[in-house]
């Protein structure tokens, strides 16, 4: 393309310190260096880990950063020695990477590729310099993708390749929200068909969860929210039942064990509180049941849990990103939601132009959205 | 028998508070009623937990209280309709029991029988009466089967028919400490062969995971305990490495993790603290690893922890009487042990008459003993 081995200049959301409202900045996105790509973000949803880091929750993110991890683009060029993609291929920038060498790449196992911002920091690219200057300052990445930006720039094995009919306004969730809490049903709980399954939260992953729980066949599907406007959604999606907390005075946990009587076979926290965290796994099953926890507490936060909730013998086990080896199976996604597979379209709620991303963070605070997606 | 259908007088190891020790008294045994046996125990083990039950540690048993829950006997006499067992068969008392009916029994994933001491309490035989008195006192049953008295009285299906050939002395520890610990790498971690372990303590619960990871073919057996006098008979048991954490400055889950290259795949901790739960938790591989908890944490205390740690991957579950559906899997135990599958008879280390039952408890307080095992 003409803007190939140039600087670019384009817009940005820069968060310049935690607390603040993000600025949409004109910034300069240098080039790929050898094993980068360098991607035109024509879609990127907001996510709750995205307001997570505004608010400066994560202690190993740096300002200013450029935020937004679920996005989709088009390849714009690539540096020396790329060689899975090209110019023009519509692509997803994942949050999470797959670099195909490391231990946890190499077992069938695991999708925890140590490249990821739990072993590395992701404020700065590999070679440890950013692509961003705002301002005649450095500006951080965000878990590499940035795609709060209408350029970013990327690892080649943080890039994944996606069919050309895929829209993109649309399956840039896949890139997070959507995958993350598909995945957490089908392949961290691996839930059984006529099995029973409890989420707690109905954000964007948590509905997520919900589609996974009804694709896998479980017979009950209980949703779990104090806002009770989701409920229609979580419906809409495979809920057989909602309930809210605030309408018991018991805790949810025992309302949950007797609606099932031995309580459900799978739970999920996709929210991040402690006390939800622990409900999720006291509502399980006290002998086969299994919790997955979804949802991100803030760094550092510990939760206090009597370990007998888990000596009857329940599981409780995490997920990152749905347990998906991401660069190998977002494409599938993408396949499957082409041939119709599951409907996350049903996880938009509004779509703005990408000058308004503040207001889309708004919605979400006041629990008016569920997905917004921003256009470039 | 002679006795049949009458009261016997015996000796049994009366706790008449917490805190106290174990008198030696003349108590008297109410014959088996509808439903239940009387068994004439032969030997029994001290565990850890009766311990704990001394020290006034679970504040559901009820004092006063013949302890001990891992013993082995004859059947003395039966109850109207009892028909699985009848007076001179060999049989060891169950502690968790396996009733056959309730939905965890009728569920091939679990073990954990309704009729147990989480869910009822077992101070008292199901029809809420004690079939012990002492000197006019009604005394408490302990997980119904109260092994440290001559005589005991026990619900059917707290009760599993052996091997004639079985020696009391040596299969009572297939009671609670060899099953429990056995089976928690068999059947609640599922050790693969060729995988790494951890087990934190080193008592006879660590010793027979040991055992069990060793015959599940792990590669590498890490033994871990501030004991060191414990060291040589993990390592005669299968141990491939023993550690103790205090000969190192950084925590312990480091040093695993350093010495594996990503932490164990699978970690147990079979001695009841938080902070060794947490840092078995924290000692396996962060993507694929699982934490079996296998240790009882004194009632209503809680565990403080880093969510982070399971959000990678890990995955953390408890355990119950190794996981066994007891009943069907006690017998078949023993069978292997007359077959020479395991030797559990190296747990072993003090035979006494009952009479010295506070000699054994001093033993096991000094860490000069693993198992200790009383002859009637």
């Known amino acids: ?66 935020p937004g991890h679920e996005g989709a683009g088009i390849v714009e060029s690539v540096g020396e020695g790329v060689t899975s993609m090209k110019p023009g291929d519509k692509v997803i920038p994942l949050c999470l990477p797959q670099c ?15 490249k990821c911002h739990f072993s590395e920091h992701q404020n700065l690219l590999p070679d440890k310099t950013t ?34 009919a895929a829209p993109l306004d649309k399956v840039c969730l896949l890139g997070c929200g959507f995958s993350t809490g598909y995945g957490a049903a089908l392949n961290n709980a691996k839930v059984k068909p006529g ?3 409890a989420i707690f939260g109905l954000g964007g992953v948590g509905l997520s969860v919900v589609m996974g729980c009804k694709a896998a066949g479980a017979s009950r599907i209980i ?21 809210n907390p605030r309408d018991y005075k018991k805790p949810i946990q025992e309302v949950l064990t007797e609606m099932t009587g031995q309580g459900v076979d799978y739970s999920f926290e996709a929210i991040g509180y402690a006390e939800t965290m622990i409900a999720a796994l006291a509502s399980c099953n006290m002998s086969t049941g299994v919790c997955v926890m979804v949802g991100v507490l803030d760094s550092g936060s510990e939760i206090s849990v009597d370990p007998t909730l888990l000596l009857t013998g329940r599981t409780w086990k995490g997920s ?10 977002i494409p599938k996604l993408v396949s499957s939601y082409l041939e119709k597979k599951f409907n996350s379209d049903l996880l ?5 132009p990408f000058a308004k991303v503040n207001e889309g963070f708004e919605l979400l605070r006041a629990g008016k959205s569920i997905r917004s997606v921003l256009l470039f």
Request: glycine share 6%; aromatic share 8%; proline share 5%.
């Open 1 to 66: 393309m003409a803007t190939s081995g140039k600087v670019i200049r384009c817009r940005a959301a820069v968060a310049w310190a935690a607390g603040k409202p993000l600025s949409v900045e004109e910034v300069e996105v240098a080039p790929p260096k050898a094993g980068e790509v360098r991607i035109k973000i024509v879609a990127t949803g907001i996510c709750h880990t995205d307001e997570h880091v505004l608010k400066g929750c994560f202690p190993n993110v740096e300002f200013p950063v450029i």
């Open 100 to 114: 195909g060498e490391c231990s946890f790449c190499l077992n069938p196992e695991s999708n925890y590729c140590l």
């Open 131 to 164: 692509r961003f200057t705002c301002k005649g300052k450095q500006i951080h990445h965000f878990m590499w993708v940035s795609t709060f930006a209408e350029y970013t720039v990327v690892p080649e094995y943080a890039v994944a390749k996606i069919d050309p």
């Open 195 to 197: 099995s029973t399954c």
């Open 223 to 243: 949703a779990v929210d104090i806002n009770k406007d989701k409920f229609a959604k979580a419906k809409e999606l495979g809920a057989t039942d909602c309930i």
């Open 320 to 329: 990152a990103l749905g347990g998906w080896k991401t660069r190998d199976c």
């Open 348 to 352: 938009i709620t509004h779509t703005l």
